[in-house]
């Protein structure tokens, strides 16, 4: 019998900090699997240890409960008392929305890993289309050298940055992993990666990619 109960009627869902964290890497370990999968759900998926047996892929009860504690400990899962729908609209129509409100200044862009932008918000064409050649230039050095800047150097954060002459950022590049696919998410100013529409833009293309995938 488990030392751990859970709490009836809710819902799990990643945090803004673990939807990021779900994301942020390449490589996955199991947290980071639980997430992505708990993403993929079309509904936040009801807290039971069936539920977590299978998001987690184990059969161990305690395991099970044990990384569930971890992760929300580290702020990266929490329960809502009502069950939410991933957003269905086209990824078109909602994109612009959702990036408009993870960053303070309105200009950001996602873009793919071939360097096309897949929506952007506060930017002229031209604009957009270098920020994203670049942002695929970025996100292949940063492929090749994270072990460098991960492991020999001690850093622990992936993102990138062209920075004025006192060291603040004027735009940041973020690699964002989904699935098989990587993006970059550019922001000019300060990003606003706490808020809710962050997790519902890492969820929507959970979705969206995970279906592709299959």
């Known amino acids: 019998m488990s030392r751990f109960t859970l709490t009836k009627g809710l819902y799990l869902y990643p945090t803004p900090s673990g939807a990021y964290h ?16 708990v993403l993929k759900e079309k509904q936040t998926p009801e807290l039971n240890i069936t539920n977590l047996k299978r998001l987690m892929a184990s059969d161990d009860e305690e395991k099970c409960m044990e990384l569930l504690l971890d992760c929300q400990k580290l702020g990266w899962v929490q329960g ?22 993870v960053s303070a200044s309105g200009k950001v862009l996602l873009a793919d890993s071939h360097g096309f932008y897949l929506a952007c918000n506060g930017l002229d064409r031209e604009v957009a289309e270098d920020l994203s050649a670049l942002s695929a230039d970025i996100a292949t050095v940063h492929e090749r050298r994270s072990e460098l800047l991960m492991d020999n150097m001690g850093l622990t954060s992936h993102a990138w940055s062209l920075v004025d002459a006192a060291g603040n950022s004027n735009v940041g590049f973020w690699p964002l992993y989904i699935g098989d ?27 969206r990619y995970a279906e592709e995938a299959q």
């Open 80 to 101: 809502l008392t009502e069950r939410l729908e991933y957003p269905k609209a086209s990824l078109e129509t909602i994109l612009p929305d959702l990036l408009d409100k």
């Open 22 to 37: 779900a994301i942020s890497l390449k490589e996955n370990d199991k947290s980071r699997s639980f997430l992505q999968s």
């Open 181 to 207: 696919q990587r993006f970059v998410i550019c922001i000019f100013g300060v990003p606003y990666f706490n808020r809710p529409e962050f997790v519902s833009l890492i969820w929507t293309l959970s979705i």
